[in-house]
Structures are given as C-alpha cells and as structure tokens.
C-alpha cells in the first residue's frame, strides 16, 4: 500500500517504462520485486531459486510493457502469477529430478546472533517447515493471504480458482499449519497463556 497519493500507480509506472522511462522501472522494481521474492520463497523453501524467480518474472514484465492494457488487471496481480507459474515450473521439475535425498536442499543455517535475532530465526525457520509441509496449493494461498496480505478476489486470480476455493484452502492450510506448530510454542518463545 502506498502512503502517498501523489505517488504513480504501477500501471503508470509500466506505461512510462513502455515509453522509455528508466526511472519508472526502477521504482516499480522497488515496489513489486521484494514482495515477489517473498512469495517465491515461501513457495519454494530455497533463497536462490526464489531470486533466480523474481528476476524472470520482473524480465517478463518488462517484456510485456508495451502491450499492458492499464485497467484491465493490477500488474501485482499479475506478477504473481507469473511467480506462482514459475515456481510451480520448479516444483515440477524438482519432482521429476527428485531420486535421491542428495538432491534436497538444505534448510539455511540460522545465522548466530543476539537472542531475540536467534528467536526470530527459529520462529521463522519453523513456519518456513510447517509451510513446505502443506499441500502445494494450501501453501500458495496461505502464503498470498496470510503473509502477503492480499485480498481472496485478487489470490482467486492469481491461482486460477474461485474465490470460495480460496477461501477453504486457507482455512485447511492455518488449521494445518496450528496442528504443526502446536508442540513448538514454549521453544519458539510464546508463553502458554
């Protein structure tokens, strides 16, 4: 959400990069790229494939610039599904290639900090499994709703599925999710109270 009004919307900012302004490229990258990141992180578990992502997807909307039709969709909308077609495109080929645990990526290495860093680590090192333990498209609209905050007409879009359908894999994916991170609330710092 942008605070200031005066601020160019991002269908703006892809007209003015269609007709040559680098600047508006470079202030919708500000905008759109770190959220697209996140979504493809949380989607696919592994810090490279995720930048490897977002760079594809922000190349294909500069691709696509010169034939954006402004009104017709919000270019966050989609963005992410380019990120979401993308990442399902990796998954695919994970799937394909998966014969031996060798291929599994590691989970990253909380980094050794102060006590709260180290704690919010773990928390998010935690949601991070609990999330790539959902079913694919339970962790996609979670990840869209609950950590990207978007609205379930705008996730409907993005995935394709009626806004209903989004509604219930949400609903199945926190359910899931609270079933697995119930045993770990004392050691991930919240107090049973």
Same mark, same amino acid.
């Given at each position: 959400?942008?605070?200031?009004?005066?601020?160019?919307?991002?269908?703006?900012?892809?007209?003015?990069?269609?007709?040559?302004?680098?600047? &508006? +490229?470079?202030?919708?990258?500000?905008?759109?790229?770190?959220? %697209? *990141?996140?979504? !493809?992180?949380?989607? $696919?578990?592994? /810090?490279?494939?995720a930048e490897d992502v977002t760079q594809d997807a922000m190349m294909r909307?500069?691709?696509?610039?010169?034939?954006?039709?402004?009104?017709?969709?919000?270019?966050?909308?989609?963005?992410?599904?380019?990120?979401?077609?993308?990442c399902l495109d990796i998954k695919r080929r994970r799937r394909a290639t998966?014969?031996?645990?060798?291929?599994?990526?590691?989970?990253?290495?909380?980094?050794?900090? &102060? +006590?709260?860093?180290?704690?919010?680590?773990?928390?998010?090192? %935690? *949601?991070?499994? !609990?999330?790539?333990? $959902?079913?694919? /498209?339970?962790?996609?609209?979670?990840?869209?709703?609950?950590?990207?905050?978007?609205?379930?007409?705008?996730?409907?879009?993005?995935?394709?599925?009626?806004?209903?359908?989004?509604e219930s894999l949400t609903a199945r994916g926190k359910r899931a999710l609270?079933?697995?991170?119930?045993?770990?609330?004392?050691?991930?710092?919240?107090?049973?109270?």
């Amino acid at each position: 959400m942008r605070g200031d009004l005066n601020e160019p919307t991002d269908d703006a900012l892809l007209v003015l990069f269609a007709n040559g302004e680098q600047d &508006a +490229a470079r202030a919708l990258t500000r905008r759109l790229a770190p959220r %697209a *990141l996140g979504v !493809a992180y949380r989607v $696919l578990g592994d /810090r490279a494939e995720a930048e490897d992502v977002t760079q594809d997807a922000m190349m294909r909307l500069w691709r696509m610039a010169p034939d954006w039709q402004p009104g017709q969709a919000q270019v966050s909308t989609w963005l992410y599904r380019v990120v979401m077609n993308l990442c399902l495109d990796i998954k695919r080929r994970r799937r394909a290639t998966m014969a031996n645990l060798d291929d599994v990526p590691e989970p990253a290495d909380p980094r050794p900090a &102060a +006590a709260d860093r180290m704690q919010q680590g773990a928390r998010h090192d %935690a *949601l991070q499994n !609990a999330l790539m333990q $959902l079913p694919e /498209r339970q962790r996609e609209a979670v990840v869209l709703r609950h950590l990207e905050e978007l609205p379930n007409p705008q996730i409907a879009d993005i995935m394709n599925i009626s806004t209903e359908a989004v509604e219930s894999l949400t609903a199945r994916g926190k359910r899931a999710l609270t079933r697995l991170l119930a045993g770990q609330r004392e050691a991930l710092g919240y107090s049973n109270g």
